[in-house]
């Protein structure tokens, strides 16, 4: 692994650990309440990033790898968001986890093969635009992160309630 990626990808675990700990002990009716004045919850969030980082971590792959964004010109980033979201909610937490897992493990193991000449290679991420391979990880790291926040905020609600 490139050493320059390491603390990002340090980062990355910490933010993903704290979103583990948060989730810890909620039960399902807490797992479900949708935050105050949105739509989606604890749940809805962990299915988000589960389907998102995988969606994330194939384009950085074929970016890294010499090609061009593979999502197709109109690509709807919302339809996407409110389709899988809407077909995680079979699932349960423990399931959710191991999709979790699986999307980390997988993020990992391509940021793991990058080679220097790989890391600036220029992309396009639905959201950031033009971005090397780089750049395109400090974006996913972002959106993590952020939600991760979310649902922080929403767990000690919970848990205070």
Sequence with gaps: ??????????????S????????AGLNDAQLDECFPGRDWSIKDT??????????????????????????PADFDNQKFNDDTVAA????????????????YRNLIA???????????RVGTHPAAGH???KEFFL??????EMHCRDVVEQSRRLKKS
């Design 16 to 23: 993903r650990q704290v979103l583990f700990d948060c989730i």
């Design 110 to 120: 391509v940021l793991e093969s990058v080679t220097p000449e790989q890391l600036t």
């Design 88 to 103: 995680g909610h079979t699932k349960n937490m423990k399931e959710l986890h191991a999709d979790l897992d699986t999307s």
């Design 46 to 71: 962990c299915i988000h990033l589960a389907t998102n980082e995988a969606l994330m971590t194939n384009l950085l792959r074929e970016i890294a790898n010499g090609g061009p964004s593979s999502l």
């Design 131 to 133: 971005t090397t391979v």
């Design 1 to 14: 692994m490139l050493k320059e990626l390491e603390p990002l990808i340090a980062q990355y675990a910490r």
């Design 139 to 144: 974006a996913m790291y972002a959106h993590h």
